[in-house]
């Protein structure tokens, strides 16, 4: 059997269980810092950043008592972001073996590495297995409908065949409710491809990060025509360096359409802060959090190499189709 790209069926199931095994194993590994190691990160602002990003998503779409499905949770890292909209109920999804566990541990109390914390206020399931590839409906059908589906920093790891891209939208359309929301960050493909176009060879950085496009998809850079499987490995200082694919918007736009999940906005990540740092809540937030430094509203707690990282992402809203009441 040949797929439209030529290749067996086969080959593409192997190769695909390979690579998400690769991505699993290299989140496994990551283990728990201490808040000492964690402030001394050189990407420390970054992290602060994107923990905003994703707060200020949380404050637009949560509310009180939602139901809230969580797809490639990680460590937990959002639970207390979860927390402070006083959800109702909260399942976590992750493939990292070693990530679900982190996760349950931050959950339950117990060894928090961060600060030690009362416990969380909504009930939780949190499960190890591949949001990209199971019939997550079958295994959540007594948790659904969620009101709310987050998938922060990890929808591009469905994009290496289109079967995990439609399974990963289905997915998500299948658990939302009628109006439901879908919020997300992933990388911004225009902004990579741009930044690979303005160079020579196929690897583009700078002092924390590097992303080197595969050989075989070296055309990739000028024609966009392959919507999915276009891989390059992604390197950034303390936090990732596996394989990640290219997810052209509008594809995934389209894409998300199919199953009925409507765009409500795009935005790079620093269009999203010169927006939303205009909101004094939200200058408070990012204070709170620390990517701040005294009296500033903007970036200038980042280096200008983590700025630059930042722009390499986007955030996403979608809502599924149809009315809250089933209409
Ligand atoms: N969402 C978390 C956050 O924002 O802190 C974690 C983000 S981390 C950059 C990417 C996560 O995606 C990792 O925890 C990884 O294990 C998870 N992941 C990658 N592929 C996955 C898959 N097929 N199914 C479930 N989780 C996946």
């Keep these: 059997k040949q797929n439209p790209e030529g290749d067996s069926h086969f080959l593409e199931d192997e190769s695909t269980k390979v690579f998400a095994r690769k991505v699993a194993d290299h989140y496994s590994r990551r283990t728990n810092q201490t808040l000492e190691e ?22 637009l779409y949560a509310r009180r008592g939602d139901v809230v ?42 060894a928090d590495h961060h600060q030690r914390r009362k416990k969380f206020s909504f009930p939780a399931r949190l499960i190890c297995g591949d949001c990209y590839e199971v019939h ?13 589906c987050s998938c922060q920093f990890a929808m591009h790891y469905s994009w290496s065949t289109e079967a995990r891209a439609r399974r990963a939208l289905a997915n998500v359309s299948a658990l939302l409710r009628p109006g ?72 995934f736009k389209s894409l998300a359409e199919e199953y009925d999940l409507e765009l409500v906005f795009v935005k790079n990540s620093h269009e ?8 004094p809540e939200y200058i408070e937030l990012m204070r709170r959090l620390g990517a701040l430094g ?34």
């Design 38 to 59: 964690r402030e001394a990160s050189p990407i420390i602002h970054l992290k602060k950043l994107n923990n905003w990003i994703k707060s200020v998503l949380v404050q």
């Design 180 to 251: 439901g929301t879908f919020i997300g960050t992933m990388p911004d493909a225009n902004v990579i491809i741009k930044k690979l176009r303005e160079v020579e060879g196929l690897a583009i950085g700078n002092s924390v990060y590097w992303i080197r496009l595969d050989e075989e998809f070296a055309d990739k850079k000028f024609k966009s025509s392959r919507p999915f499987g276009i891989q390059y490995k992604f390197h950034l200082e303390d936090a990732v360096d596996c394989p990640e694919w290219i997810v052209p918007f509008h594809i």
């Design 136 to 148: 997550l409906d079958k295994v959540l059908a007594d948790d659904a409908p969620f009101d709310i």
């Design 272 to 279: 999203f802060v010169h927006e939303y740092l205009k909101k």
């Design 294 to 327: 005294d009296g500033n509203q903007d970036q200038s707690t980042l280096s200008a190499d983590e700025w630059e990282v930042a722009y390499l992402y986007l955030a996403f809203v979608l809502r599924k189709r149809g009315q809250p009441d089933g209409t």
């Design 69 to 110: 499905l969580d797809l490639a949770c990680g460590k937990g890292g959002d639970l207390i972001k979860w927390d402070k909209a006083k959800i109702g109920y909260y399942v976590g999804i992750d493939i990292a073996e070693g990530s679900i566990e982190d996760c349950r541990t931050r959950y339950n109390g117990d």
